[in-house]
């Protein structure tokens, strides 16, 4: 759990380089902190990247000189460390380790500390132990599984936050002794939780002082319990019980994204405005104002033009529509948003809106004109071209011929990864890797969707294709797994000059998840066959045929 990640520790009982756990307490501690993650085995810990410098100073029974505490304190200090845990308590005030404390604090390591476990059940509270009633000491209380507070856990005024530690009917499972694991609990097992969080605000934060992390793990923490908080804490559970996501969430910067990123509008002239709808988010856990302060042309609508402040957990839907239908075109129409940070930083970002104003709409839901056996369907490509598009990747190979596809000719074609072909362009990145139903304007468009889905050719399969003389194309993905379940998918579309297409399904893994169907260059004919479960839904054994030559 922790092979490649210990720095040279030292051991103030034995006296000697080797630090040895003689109890398992360390171990559990250092497991909830930093034992690796996403490796099959055990359990994770909270920064499983992060190094850890064991240095023991209590023996098997628990005891220990306070001078060793203090002393290890300044090594691990004069070795670079940044966060330093203490699940260990003292009955009584001590100079020598309270000066440790300010110097780690000073030189801008945080040390966190247990509260204690001498708590009893409608007693009252116990007073918090050393070193965590210092107050440069970041203090943990427990709480249990419910999120209540565990009632054995010291309390007072000097509790910053509390953290899951566990209770006799239900403990913490950790790195044990030996390679193996263990469950204890106590504000020690909590502690060790907030330290893991604390690395991680180091790692991800660097710049955060002290004093800054502190605040950052007060603010965010969530108000469990059935205490009251008054001016935000209470004696128990200090400012609540912490929140890693939302801790890590106000590190980062306040910043505005829009999704989808190319909002459009497809009307038909002489009709009615539409509309369409896009969100504002911010990942981060600080505020973010926001408001609309210009729309362009004045026929483009907006509602609201301001609202809640935008977090991680607040986001706000813009709905885009139309007042009146303008001349048939293409426009390309603006929406200014203006942002204000806590800090009263503003920023401006244009979003363009992409408006196509067609002559007719057309839309048909049966499109397939016919329907065949796989065996006669299926065509050889074994003499044709592989393509390493990888995750996400497009590539735009040559027709050998002109291709009428809804009004427009073309001489190439982009393969994608994700089951479609485009022409005119060609559509990289994970945003098109999200499926979505037609008819729809949003990118992408003009293109064949054949099994328009999550797929991944880096992890297995191939994409290729074959040019059979002058007048047939084949575009084929053979095993191409899914991404998100790993389950082949093998599919062939075949293009003639005359604008004929035939697409033929070999294997699909599952396509609750995936768009069948057609859509010209401005989304003004969609020709949908299924999406996300319904509709004609592909199955192995089947082909279908299209038509996209106008008349």
């Known amino acids: 759990e922790f092979a490649g990640r210990l720095e040279p520790g030292y051991d103030y009982v034995d006296l000697d380089n080797v630090p040895q756990d003689t109890f398992g307490h360390g171990t559990h501690v250092a497991g909830i902190i930093a034992a690796r993650g996403n490796n099959a085995m055990g359990v994770a810990g909270l920064s499983w990247s992060t190094r850890l410098m064991p240095l023991r100073v209590l023996d098997g029974n628990g005891v220990g000189r306070v001078s060793d505490v203090a002393s290890a304190i300044s090594r691990a200090i004069n070795n670079g460390s940044s966060v330093i845990n203490l699940s260990l308590a003292l009955t009584a005030p001590s100079t020598t380790l309270n000066n440790a404390v300010l110097f780690a604090y ?14 009893l059940p409608g007693q009252p509270l116990a007073p918090v132990r050393y070193p965590a009633a210092y107050a440069e000491v970041l203090a943990v209380a427990s709480t249990t599984h419910w999120d209540g507070w565990a009632d054995y856990s010291n309390g007072g005024p000097e509790v910053d936050v509390a953290a899951p530690g566990g209770e006799s009917s239900d403990l913490i499972l950790s790195a044990s002794l030996g390679g193996g694991y263990a469950y204890l609990y106590g504000t020690s097992m909590a502690a060790a939780q907030v330290t893991g969080i604390v690395a991680l605000l180091r790692a991800y934060a660097p710049q955060l002082s002290n004093n800054a992390i502190k605040d950052v793990l007060r603010s965010t923490a969530d108000k469990v319990g059935a205490y009251s908080y008054v001016n935000g804490r209470n004696d128990r559970l200090g400012y609540g019980r912490v929140n890693t996501n939302a801790a ?36 981060s856990a600080q ?25 991680y957990r607040h986001t706000a839907t813009l709905h885009i529509g139309m007042s009146s239908v303008p ?37 048909t839901f049966l499109p397939v004109v016919g329907s065949g056996q796989l065996a006669p369907q299926w065509i050889d490509t074994s003499s044709g071209l592989g393509l390493s598009l990888g995750d996400d990747g497009t590539q735009a190979v040559p027709l050998p011929f002109q291709f009428p596809f809804y009004g427009r000719n073309y001489g190439q074609v982009w393969i994608n990864a994700n089951g479609f072909l485009s022409f005119g362009t060609g559509y990289t990145g994970s945003e098109y890797a999200q499926n979505h139903c037609l008819p729809s304007i949003s990118s992408p468009n003009g293109a064949i969707f054949a099994l328009w889905d999550d797929l991944d050719p880096s992890q297995g399969g191939q994409v290729r294709y074959a040019l059979l003389g002058a007048s047939q194309f084949v575009a084929e993905w053979r095993d191409v797994p899914t991404k998100s379940n790993g389950q082949p998918n093998s599919f062939q579309v075949v293009l003639w000059p005359d604008g004929q297409v035939r697409i033929t399904y070999a294997a699909v893994g599952d396509p609750s998840g995936s768009t069948v169907g057609l859509e010209s260059w401005d989304a003004s004919i969609d020709l949908p066959v299924a999406c996300n479960g319904t509709g004609h839904t592909p199955q192995p054994g089947q082909t279908r045929f299209f038509s996209t030559a106008l008349p």
């Open 327 to 363: 001349p048939v075109g293409q426009y390309n129409a603006s929406i200014q948003i203006r942002t204000t940070d806590p800090a009263g930083q503003q920023g401006n970002i244009i979003l363009t809106v992409r408006v196509v104003v067609a002559s007719q709409v057309h839309q």
């Open 106 to 119: 000073n030189t801008g390591a945080l040390v966190i500390g247990a509260t204690g476990n001498d708590g």
């Open 287 to 311: 505020a973010l104002r926001w408001t609309i302060v210009n729309t362009s042309p004045s026929w483009l609508t907006v509602t609201p033009s301001s609202g809640l402040d935008l977090t």
């Open 248 to 283: 890590l969430r106000w590190t980062m910067q306040p910043g505005l994204t829009v999704t989808p990123v190319d909002p459009a509008l497809l009307v038909q002239a002489g009709g009615a405005g539409t509309a369409t709808n896009v969100v504002l988010s911010n990942d």
